[in-house]
């Protein structure tokens, strides 16, 4: 069978090594889903593949071993999962319109995890909404804190949770607690003054360590949220390296609006001959400069008065 493997890899099919064979990529936004579409991945499967699911390294699904001939109705079966996500779709029963931008992946979040300062799912669920479907190749990831469970950093953009700790003296009982697990598991922003902590607001990450530590509820979470997004990482065989610190209390809206902007600065500046019609924003960075890329992710960005943006911003990394 005759295949276009352009348009097979947009429709999410991987090309594969057995000739005349493809894998269906399930998108999870969040990495999270009801039990009840499980029973609709083995159908596939069964059915249509070898028998086995691949759970891929961005929270998703592959479904190895499908026939070409066998895509249609592979997609028809996968419309309930696609409408259950509320993924965005072009054509019903034809499954994915874009493979680009790839499924975002998330941490478990506060709904499970006491050091998660958000809702970690419900925010990759509405970037979903507000980015896909791309055909543009970036990478978004969520993390409920600064222990970055989901490897943030090595995303074109990490979320990292903050709060921004408020103190209650009336409830202090000068233990210290919130001070020795600030120095042991943190960035030591805490140090006792009287008797007192006393919070270094320069250097505080917001990670709540200090609210969890107090036996007396003296500190607790902001009822804001906040986040440190991060710009830039990835691997791959060419320059390597670790996305930077970009914004320090940032908000969920500024954040969608600057990865929506960046879309906008990579389709006026990507390379046309880019191998596969991609080239990784990182390298467009470099390419035009930082401050032509600042211009662009910056436009119409109204941040927190508390915001702190990294400035001058600076990439490093493995070069070859």
Not at 78 to 98: F, K, M, R, V
Not at 251 to 256: G, L, N, T, W
Request: some cysteine; aromatic content about 10%.
């Amino acid at each position: 069978m005759e295949m276009n493997t352009a348009k097979l890899k947009k429709n999410a099919f991987r090309v594969t090594k057995v000739r005349g064979k493809t894998a269906s990529r399930v998108r999870v936004p969040g990495g999270h889903l009801e039990a009840r579409f499980l029973p609709i991945l083995q159908e596939i499967a069964e059915k249509y593949g070898d028998g086995t699911l691949h759970i891929t390294n961005r929270q998703g699904f592959e479904i190895p071993g499908i026939d070409f001939a066998e895509m249609p109705r592979v997609n028809a079966l996968l419309q309930t999962i696609i409408e259950g996500l509320e993924i965005n779709q072009e054509t019903a029963g034809a499954g994915y319109p874009a493979a680009g931008t790839r499924n975002i992946n998330a941490c478990v979040g506060n709904r499970v995890c006491p050091y998660a300062c958000y809702d970690t799912t419900v925010f990759a669920q509405r970037m979903e909404k507000a980015v896909f479907p791309n055909d543009l190749h970036f990478k978004i990831a969520f993390t409920g804190c600064h222990n970055d469970c989901c490897k943030v950093r090595m995303h074109d953009f990490g979320i990292i949770g903050m709060t921004l700790p408020r103190f209650d003296a009336g409830r202090c009982v000068s233990c210290g607690a919130c001070v020795k697990k600030c120095q042991a598991k943190s960035v030591s922003a805490l140090t006792l003054v009287n008797f007192r902590p006393q919070r270094d607001a320069r250097k505080c990450i917001g990670c709540g360590e200090c609210v969890l530590a107090c036996p007396n509820a003296a500190w607790t979470r902001s009822h804001e949220k906040y986040y440190r997004l991060t710009l830039l990482g990835r691997s791959g065989k060419k320059n390597p390296r670790m996305g930077e610190n970009f914004i320090k209390w940032a908000d969920e809206e500024s954040i969608i609006k600057i990865v929506l902007n960046t879309y906008e600065y990579v389709k006026e500046y990507i390379d046309p001959q880019a191998p596969g019609g991609k080239e990784h924003v990182g390298y467009i960075v470099d390419r035009t400069g930082v401050p032509e890329y600042l211009k662009w992710a910056l436009r119409d960005v109204v941040l927190p008065e508390c915001a702190e943006v990294t400035a001058p911003l600076y990439w490093k990394g493995i070069t070859y």
